[in-house]
Nanobody, 122 residues
Framework: QLQASGGGSAQAGASLRLSCAAS????????LGWFRRVPGKEREFVAN????????TYSDSAKGRFSISRDNARHTMYLEMTNLQAEDTATYYC?????????????????WGRGTQVTVSS
C-alpha cells in the first residue's frame, strides 16, 4: 500500500514537499514514482527513482525544480517541489513498480496511492 501526503495550497514560487509512505512488500526491490493528473487530462509522469536511490528520472517540467528521493529504512519517498507554478496544480500520485527497471508510463506501475492535491495560485 502507498499513502501520499503533503499536498496543499501554495503561491507561485513557493515550495512543497510530498511524502509517500509504503507498506507491504517494501523489502523487495521496487521503483517508486510520482505522477500527476489534472481533471480532463491523462495522468502525467513527474519523476521516478530506483531501488538504491541513485538513479532518477524527471519529466521536462520537473527538471531543475523538483527533486525525488527515498529512504528505504523508513519506507518513504519524497518529492521536493520548488518554484511552483500554476501549471503544477494537480492531484499527485505515488506509485510503485516491482523490480529494478525504471519506467515512465503509468501502465507499468503495479501499486498506486490515493493522491494528494496540490494547488498553486499565481
Amino acid at each position: 500500500q502507498l499513502q501520499a501526503s503533503g499536498g496543499g495550497s501554495a503561491q507561485a514560487g513557493a515550495s512543497l514537499r510530498l511524502s509517500c509512505a509504503a507498506s507491504g512488500r517494501t523489502n523487495d526491490p521496487h521503483i517508486l514514482g510520482w505522477f500527476r493528473r489534472v481533471p480532463g487530462k491523462e495522468r502525467e509522469f513527474v519523476a521516478n527513482i530506483g531501488w538504491s536511490g541513485e538513479t532518477k528520472t524527471y519529466s521536462d517540467s520537473a527538471k531543475g525544480r523538483f527533486s525525488i528521493s527515498r529512504d528505504n529504512a523508513r519506507h518513504t519517498m519524497y518529492l521536493e517541489m520548488t518554484n511552483l507554478q500554476a501549471e503544477d496544480t494537480a492531484t499527485y500520485y505515488c506509485a510503485a513498480r516491482m523490480g529494478m527497471i525504471l519506467r515512465t508510463t503509468s501502465i507499468d506501475y503495479n501499486y498506486w496511492g490515493r493522491g494528494t492535491q496540490v494547488t498553486v495560485s499565481s
